[in-house]
């Protein structure tokens, strides 16, 4: 058994908590530390811890304490839940990602009674060790031990018995998970929209209204959307809405599908809106035990795929029978069997056994690294089958017809990996999930019958493997997985009689990932994507991919009832945007925009690490990609840029508050410089006034408090005068405002309560040479003085003023 150390790291996607110190698990440290005495059992409650790591509706079925995971010898607590089996480890208080399985993924249960030598026994310690084997259809096989006599093991056994397979449908936990979180749009709804882009009227958008009331039956020049299957009374295993050639009426549809197995008749499932070609599929014909029944309606159903090409005769149908050959013959003697190309217009007839591939030589060490199931030669004979469809409408401009027996299970894996090959839109993730819904899920791929799961009449057909078994020594060797989708020996087709189980989509997954190790850049999504997929279907957490058809989903109510898988994979994807894992860095949309031809000698596929190795080496799962180096790389880029733009940010606020600073310390200088100036200007009108007043024979005082007492020399024991000073600026028109000008006039201004009395007017009238002894003025607009009033005015050059004295003839005419 390989042991891994890795493999202790948590799910990324699970929650990031830890057990609170009070719900430490009081267990072995190891599992040499198990003290294999009799220890009875104890009821304990479930820590309150262990609810933090619990999904939406998830609750704890039963328990077992001191258990270890033999992997990796850690000791902790393991949950078995109405979801998954749940390993919490006790020394870092964490789920490991090993131990943790869904119950839908567990394949088989087996409990193991490992005997010890007689020279390891201890007279205080029993001679067996209690385990219990879990093998996984993810291809994980885990062990756990427990500790003797408690019962543990026995409850976890049958709690597994009853949970890992239920009765009935609605007893997954798909339905208690609920759909409030992870609802989406009706599938119906997705597969009309992608009729529509096929049929070239762009992303249009359909409505549950349209589907009620059979208002989607949309066309163009070639091909219709047809109603015909809208109850599922042609066949319910086809979808409700086909893609048929546009000159079939429905009347001929319904008398062909009686001549094809389940009345799987041919219908369109990718076509060529430039060429005309199309890619079509449907089952067997009943040609009847003699290989000689017929039905015209089925031959012009079929020559209907086959357009006119311009300017040329009907363009050539290949029609691909996806069955060995031995297959297709068993399939005649119980009145299946294959079409005449004799009958079939311009056709050719083309088998499995006839597409080749890569040299296998070189595969040898892969395929001994998965046992002798064949695996990788049947995935090889898909991509190989693929490429050669793919082939034929891409350079021939032909049309080809695909069935097997059913129709549903290697039809669908050609089929959707030719259209894939194809259509760069299904490169796409968005397309990926349009392609799986179309050919997986509309067309009736058994998905409930291939997983061992219940369906909507009841139980899976495969009962749940469990078993005891019992050893001396060592732990048993691993069991062999049978893998094999395709073909297999004879006592696999006996298994196979009695259990439909089979991973058919599990192995065209693996192909769609040796296609994407081929052509790096043509795919969007990456290899971690196809592994979440994967993990999603096998565990049944969602219900896109429960029972076996559309009609079946829709009788369950199972988009009404269960969450969808495409939301949560998307919501996945929003936390990291473009850096989630999600995506192909290396995708390259302009540098693939057509169809992709693979050469044989390219088709030699190889073991899928991501899927197959992740448990059992995840070193070499992971070590030495080129993708998880870039990766890396990317992601310290991003976390970088992400610190650059948060200190752009910073820096922009910081350049925003600087400027504002300098704005308003601008403000405040101009305010500042303003008030310089005018401090400036009043001094100078002061002094100058001072001055003139002075010289007038008048004393200025100014008190602290502003005001300003003139006294008269020639009369000092008079009280003085008391005055008010004010400059100001006057307009030609008489008004006073104020200026800053540097011709400005400062008349002074003397308030006083008795004019006639002052003796300011009898030294004005003294001085003054236009002012006449009866109180007049000789000159016309006097600006120098006014008397008989309340004021004296005062208006000069002083400049010139202080240059001359008083008594100069200043005041001359």
């Known amino acids: 058994m390989y042991r891994s150390r890795s493999a202790r790291s948590p799910n990324p996607r699970e929650p990031d908590t830890r057990l609170a110190e009070s719900d430490k698990i009081e267990g072995a440290g190891g599992w040499d530390a198990l003290e294999w005495t009799k220890i009875d059992p104890v009821s304990r409650s479930v820590p309150i811890g262990v609810k933090q790591f619990l999904l939406e509706d998830e609750h704890v079925v039963v328990e077992g304490y001191g258990v270890v995971l033999v992997n990796t010898d850690d000791a902790g607590t393991l949950f078995v839940t109405n979801f998954r089996l749940l390993f919490l480890s006790e020394g870092s208080r964490d789920i490991i990602a090993l131990g943790t399985v869904p119950l839908a993924t567990i394949e088989k249960v087996q409990k193991i009674v490992m005997k010890l030598p007689s020279g390891q026994r201890q007279p205080e310690k029993t001679g067996s060790q209690r385990l219990l084997q879990i093998i996984g259809k993810d291809m994980r096989i885990i062990v756990f031990g427990f500790r003797p006599r408690t019962k543990q093991r026995r409850a976890v056994y049958d709690a597994l018995l009853r949970c890992a397979r239920p009765a009935r449908l609605w007893d997954l936990y798909a339905f208690a998970g609920g759909h409030s979180r992870f609802s989406n749009t009706n599938p119906k709804v ?26 989607f039956t949309l066309s163009n020049e070639y091909w219709r959307i047809s109603s015909v299957n809208s109850n599922y009374t042609m066949s319910p295993t086809y979808p409700f809405a086909l893609l048929l050639p546009k000159s079939i009426s429905d009347d001929k549809v319904l008398q062909a599908c009686t001549f ?6 041919p219908a369109i499932t990718w076509c060529d809106r430039g060429t005309g070609a199309v890619l079509a599929r449907s089952s067997q014909p009943l040609v009847g035990l003699m290989m000689n029944m017929r039905s015209n309606a089925d031959e012009n159903l079929v020559a209907a795929l086959c357009t006119q090409i311009a300017g040329e005769k009907r363009r050539k149908l290949y029609i691909a029978d996806a069955r060995p050959r031995k297959n297709a013959l068993a399939n005649g003697a119980m009145g299946g069997g294959s079409e005449s190309s004799a009958n079939y217009f311009q056709s ?37 089958g693929s490429a050669w469809i793919a082939a034929r409408v891409a350079l021939e401009s032909a049309s080809v017809l695909v069935h097997c027996s059913d129709g549903w299970d290697r039809t669908t894996q050609l089929v959707s990996l030719a259209s894939l090959l194809l259509d760069p839109y299904y490169r796409t993730i968005k397309g990926f999930q349009a392609l799986v819904e179309k050919d997986w899920l509309a067309f009736g791929h058994p998905f409930s019958d291939r997983l061992g799961m219940p369906t909507i009449s009841g139980s899976g057909n495969m009962p749940f493997e469990l078993s005891r078994q019992a050893s001396t020594g060592s732990l048993p060797s691993s069991p062999m997985r049978q893998v094999s ?3 297999s020996s004879q006592a696999q087709n006996t298994s196979h009689a009695q259990n439909q189980n089979s991973p058919i989509f599990l192995q065209w997954v693996d192909c769609v990932s040796q296609l994407l190790r081929m052509y790096p850049f043509a795919f969007e999504f990456s290899s971690a994507f196809l592994v979440d997929l994967l993990d999603c279907m096998l565990s049944c957490r969602f219900g896109n991919f429960l029972c076996n058809s559309e009609k079946e989903r829709e009788q369950a109510g199972i988009s009404d009832a269960c969450g969808c898988l495409w939301m949560y994979l998307a919501e996945v994807r929003a936390s990291e945007g473009s850096s989630h894992a999600h995506y192909n860095l290396f995708y390259d949309p302009l540098k693939h925009d057509g169809p992709l031809l693979p050469p044989a000698a390219a088709l030699a596929p190889t073991v899928w690490p991501q899927f197959h190795l992740r448990w059992a080496c995840p070193s070499e799962a992971q070590g030495g990609e080129v993708e998880a180096e870039c ?8 976390e970088l840029q992400r610190a650059k733009e948060a200190a752009e940010t910073r820096l922009n606020e910081i350049s925003v508050t600087v400027e504002s600073l300098v704005t308003e310390l601008r403000n405040e200088k101009l305010v500042s410089t303003s008030a310089r100036d005018a401090v400036k200007r009043a001094s100078k009108e002061t002094a100058t006034i001072k001055r003139a007043v002075q010289s007038l024979g008048f004393n200025v005082y100014f008190s602290p408090d502003g005001d ?3 006294c008269i020399e020639s009369n000092p024991t ?11 600026t006057t307009n030609s028109n008489g008004s006073v405002h104020g200026s800053e000008k540097s011709d400005l006039s400062e008349p002074v201004t003397v308030m006083q309560d008795d004019v006639s009395d002052n003796p300011l007017i009898q030294v004005c009238e003294s001085l003054c040479p ?20 309340q004021f004296v005015g005062l208006k000069a050059n002083f400049d010139a003023f202080d240059r001359l004295p008083i008594y100069d003839n200043y005041f001359g005419t």
């Open 631 to 638: 990766r890396k790389l990317t992601r310290k880029f991003s």
């Open 485 to 487: 989708g395709s073909s």
């Open 718 to 728: 008079e009280i003085p005068q008391r005055s008010v000073c004010s400059v100001s």
């Open 348 to 384: 050719e007839r083309h088998g499995g056994w006839s597409w080749g591939g890569g040299n296998l030589s070189s595969m040898s060490a892969s395929v001994s690294t998965l046992g002798d199931t064949g695996w990788l030669i049947h995935v090889q004979t898909v991509l190989a």
């Open 708 to 710: 300003c007492n003139v």
């Open 260 to 265: 094809r197995a389940r009345c799987r008749l």
């Open 770 to 789: 236009m002012h006449s002894r009866d109180s007049g003025c000789r000159w016309p607009n006097p600006g120098c003085a006014k008397f008989r009033s």
């Open 190 to 215: 997705r597969l009309l929209n992608e009729y529509c882009r096929l049929l070239g009227m762009g992303f249009c958008q359909a409505s549950i209204r349209a589907i009620e009331d059979g208002s």
